[in-house]
């Protein structure tokens, strides 16, 4: 599945590793449909993008079902096709177990969880439709296979996510349609690098002796979409410089 005039819908990507995302994919010529809760950023985004190729913002919150088919719908509309589909978008909240309200649960669930199953849920429908197979890409995290301390239920939700993509990865492939999840480790974004001590902290920790970059998730991203991803599907890829291999984490933190 090469790259060029192909559709790519993803949410939450402002900044931070959606933002980089959609442009690598913009810069092959990728046609970008994108989303953002917050407006202000978005349109920003879509200058740069519009400048790397087409684009549309569609702004909202993309755990609504609404936001998500106004999505799937801004996409056939503009571009005649859903091709690729990244459900990027995602909130963390630290706070200790004990202590957890149902509304900040309930943000959590609907946002990760609700939001992640219906963009999936919506595309694969699109894609089934079009009879010319596709790719889906979830965003989980290492948080969901090795627990973190006060991250209990944003853990929670990104094991959730990488179940997901295991069993529709499974359903949809004789559809031509791959669905396989990335789960970043450390990474150094737009609200990590405010953290005193993240990147120094981690980067003793993770065996290749450095935090992620956005452009590195990116990267697995495009070969996840690629032609050579073709047999990889229901997987959950780590992008963490081997860190789940060990384990701690740093005091910094």
């Known amino acids: 599945m ?57 702004p909202g919150d993309a755990g609504d079902l609404n936001i998500i088919k106004k999505l799937i719908d801004t996409a056939i509309s503009e571009f005649g096709s859903v091709d690729f589909v990244i459900a990027n978008a995602g909130i963390t909240t630290s ?8 509304e900040k649960l309930d943000q959590l669930l609907h946002t990760n969880i609700q939001g992640t199953f219906f963009i999936a849920q919506q595309a694969a429908k699109q894609m089934l439709q079009q009879n010319t197979g596709g790719r889906i890409i979830m965003l989980s995290s290492t948080t969901g296979i090795q627990p973190h301390d006060e991250l209990e239920a944003y853990g929670m939700t990104k094991a959730a996510i990488a179940f997901l993509a295991k069993s529709l990865g499974t359903k949809l492939a004789p559809h031509g349609i791959t669905v396989n999840a990335i789960s970043p480790g450390a990474t150094v974004t737009e609200r990590t690098v405010s953290v005193e001590g993240y990147e120094e902290g981690w980067a003793k920790l993770i065996p290749t002796r450095k935090v992620s970059k956005t452009s590195d998730i990116a ?15 229901g ?19």
């Open 2 to 58: 090469s790259f060029k005039n192909k559709t790519l819908i993803i949410t939450g990507a402002a900044q931070g590793i959606g933002f980089e995302i959609a442009k690598q994919l913009a810069s092959k010529e990728v046609n970008i449909v994108f989303n953002d809760m917050d407006e202000d950023l978005g349109l920003s985004a879509q200058k740069i993008l519009q400048d790397l190729g087409n684009s549309r913002f569609v």
């Open 95 to 102: 706070c200790p177990f004990l202590e957890y309200t149902k």
């Open 219 to 233: 990267a697995t991203a495009l070969f996840l979409l690629s032609d050579g991803a073709g047999q990889l599907t």
């Open 235 to 253: 997987q959950n890829l780590a992008v963490d410089g081997g860190w789940l291999n060990v384990g701690p984490m740093p005091n910094a933190i």
